[in-house]
């Protein structure tokens, strides 16, 4: 079920002030409005087979098994289901036990079962059959399921049970991701749909850096749970809705009698026009007046302020559409407007659950924990945030289904998410939040950008920046930096206008993303044009130079790397071979990392590690003209995937040529 389409808008005394994020339009197709809507006078009715309780939770797991279709998960995953076999037959009086599996991180082993030690102090003095922990892991390691996968195991102190991997099943599982797709190696998670509320910036103002960390990081998440199978919404939840649309419009129509035939030139710079109708309506009480009535009438649906806030709408879309062209971000808008609908539905419901008390000519919903209430109508009767986000997140449990909401938003905001999801709690439309029940809900907080005095990152004359204006500065300067190597290596020939272009792009843009999202996002970070851009130390130039240096040692070799696939083995006879491959496998778990605890920076610090690992391998296994040739061909050829696998994550184009 969805809102009907209505011409009309609810009353004045129903209005609300946009009190956070968000908006944008795509002729490119970078962005769809799904909220060109009007608002209802009357509540939209909600489904009374749909409401909170109908929301049940569960556990997934037995989905993701079903949904896995050839994947066969990550290394732990398939370490995992030994373990889990190897309890059963060791301990079968103690049913529903997980298995601790972790990369072993001393020199024993590649990866390590941990299980025991909290087994021992289950079954001391139940059997006589283990004297201490060390029997335990010995038990464990003695009736592991026969398996391609292990090499030997060995148990060390209290039962730790280590693993060595063969190198012959590494070997082949990189040969079968080469010929397979790189698909094959997406983690299985445990949940089919996700909704990610990212962006999210407001109509009639500038897209700033706290925009771009939202876009950035959402962008990034919705990619890997999208590659992890995982059906994503991905939601922007703009701010096209509030008080503010009365001092626009009438501002527009004071300026502009004719604006209709004016059209966009009427505005001209958007946050120059909001700047200016700000300051008339803090300085001319009169025009005050009037911007207050212009409320009530375009909630009233007078068709020419319902067109006027249109056309405001659809220049801040087309503004906001250049940032996302130049990042390749795509969001579906499902604004304010959209949801408002479903306020008063979703009130009644929780008023008649006993949640929405009176306080102080307001009502509000007590949150255990904190000391001030969650305020879903305001004293004047009108609508705010939390009202707003709790018709949200009905929707997106009701109507759309979503298993996990995902809210990316600044750190600041924490409280607040706190306190709707408290909220919703208390509603029965979320399982308590211990344990791992499905549906579930997730804040993805992130700290300031910072300029080079430490301060929150603004321009000379203190003006918030503009992204598009960043951008094209980073693209500018990777292109400078482009035409000066080149330049010095005598190679500016060989490029044509195009391609310098299009690799200054890669470059400039890639770098502004991975200088973000190298950072563990709930801390701040120092915005610097010349770190980012620097080809030496773990950023982004560094890492798509890495990418290019590898084609080229394929491409050198003359051979047919697709043939190569087919006909060649890898075998990993050298240490730093079996490091290279060791690694490499090691991808999934680090998707399924990432996307599990919903950081980033565990997919950039991965990438990293990885090109350094091929550069161990390249300086000490020589490649073109050896006699492993086709093997080592073969492992540059799957660092190559997996490293355009991690850049098309992170947002991040590649580059092939240098």
């Known amino acids: 079920m969805t809102a009907p389409f209505h011409s009309s808008f609810p009353s004045a005394s129903r209005s609300f002030h946009s009190l956070r994020r968000r908006c944008p339009h795509a002729p490119s197709g970078y962005y769809r409005a799904a909220s060109k809507r009007f608002l209802a006078t009357k509540k939209t009715e909600l489904p009374s087979a749909m409401s909170g309780e109908a929301t049940k939770s569960a556990r997934l797991e037995g989905q993701a098994a079903e949904d896995g279709g050839d994947r066969a998960g990550s290394v732990k995953q398939q370490l995992s289901k030994l373990f889990k076999a190897s309890l059963s037959a060791t301990v079968p009086d103690e049913p529903n036990i997980e298995p601790l599996v972790e990369v072993c991180t001393a020199k024993f082993g590649d990866y390590q ?77 445990s949940v089919p749909k996700a909704v990610v509320d990212f962006s999210s910036p407001n109509i009639a103002k500038e897209m700033h850096v706290g925009h771009l960390r939202s876009t950035i990081i959402g962008d990034t998440l919705s990619r890997m749970l999208e590659f992890s199978n995982v059906e994503v919404l991905r939601r922007n939840h703009v701010g096209d809705w509030g008080t503010q649309f009365g001092m626009l419009i009438e501002h527009l129509f004071d300026k502009f009698p004719n604006w209709e035939e004016a059209g966009e030139q009427a505005i001209g710079d958007l946050q120059e026009f909001y700047k200016a109708s700000k300051r008339r309506f803090d300085e001319d009480s009169t025009f005050m007046e009037r911007a207050q009535r212009a409320v009530v009438r375009l909630q009233g649906g007078e068709v020419r302020y319902r067109d006027a806030w249109q056309k405001i709408c659809e220049i801040s879309r087309k503004e906001f559409d250049l940032v996302y062209q130049r990042l390749g971000v795509h969001l579906e808008e499902k604004g304010e407007s959209f949801y408002n609908p479903y306020i008063p539905g979703v009130l009644e419901e929780l008023s008649h659950k006993g949640l929405i008390e009176e306080s102080d000519g307001a009502r509000v919903i007590f949150v255990e924990g904190h000391q001030i209430p969650l305020i879903v109508v305001k004293r004047d009767g009108g609508y705010n ?13 009701n109507i759309e289904k ?7 938003t600044d750190v600041g905001q924490s409280q607040h998410f706190d306190m709707l999801f408290s909220a919703a709690r208390r509603a029965g439309w979320l399982p308590d939040s211990n344990g791992n029940l499905y549906p579930k809900v997730s804040h993805v907080g992130f700290g300031l950008v910072l300029g080079s005095d430490g301060k929150r990152f603004r321009t000379r004359s203190s003006e918030v920046v503009r992204l598009v204006e960043l951008l094209d500065e980073a693209k500018s300067r990777s292109k400078t930096e482009l035409k000066k190597r080149l330049e010095e290596n005598g190679k500016i020939a060989d490029w044509t206008d195009e391609e310098l272009e299009k690799t200054a792009e890669a470059i400039g843009y890639g770098a502004v993303k991975y200088a973000d999202l190298k950072n563990n996002r709930l801390t701040n970070y120092t915005f610097n044009f010349d770190q980012m851009l620097n080809d030496k130390g773990n950023t982004a130039v560094y890492l798509l130079y890495a990418h290019a240096r590898i084609c080229s040692i394929i491409r050198k070799s003359g051979k047919d790397v697709e043939e190569l696939k087919k006909m060649g083995n890898i075998v990993l006879g050298e240490p730093d071979e079996r490091i290279l491959g060791l690694h490499l496998i090691k991808f999934a778990e680090v998707v399924e990392e990432a996307c599990t605890n919903l950081l980033p920076n565990v997919l950039c610090e991965y990438l990293y590690n990885l090109s350094e690992k091929f550069t161990g391998f390249y300086s000490r296994c020589p490649v073109v003209g050896s006699a492993e ?23 991040i184009t590649p580059v092939y040529k240098i």
Not at 156 to 171: E, H, R, Y
Not at 390 to 395: E, I, T
Request: glycine fraction near 6%; charge should be positive; charged fraction near 15%.
């Open 385 to 397: 945030y939390a009202s707003t986000d709790l018709a949200a997140l009905w929707y997106r449990l």
């Open 113 to 189: 079962c941990n299980n025991a030690m909290g087994l021992w102090s289950r079954i001391k003095g139940k059997s006589k059959e283990f004297r201490n922990p060390n029997s335990v892991g010995q038990a464990l390691a003695r009736n592991l399921p026969p398996s391609d996968i292990i090499e030997s195991t060995s148990v060390a102190g209290p039962g730790f049970v280590n693993i060595v991997l063969s190198d012959k099943w590494v070997a082949q599982s990189i040969q079968k991701m080469l010929l397979s797709g790189i698909g094959t190696w997406a983690p299985i998670l």
């Open 629 to 651: 040739e086709t093997s080592r061909l073969l492992l540059c050829e799957a660092t190559a995937v997996v490293m355009r696998k991690c850049f098309y994550l992170l947002g």
């Open 402 to 408: 979503a298993n996990w909401m995902i809210y990316v």
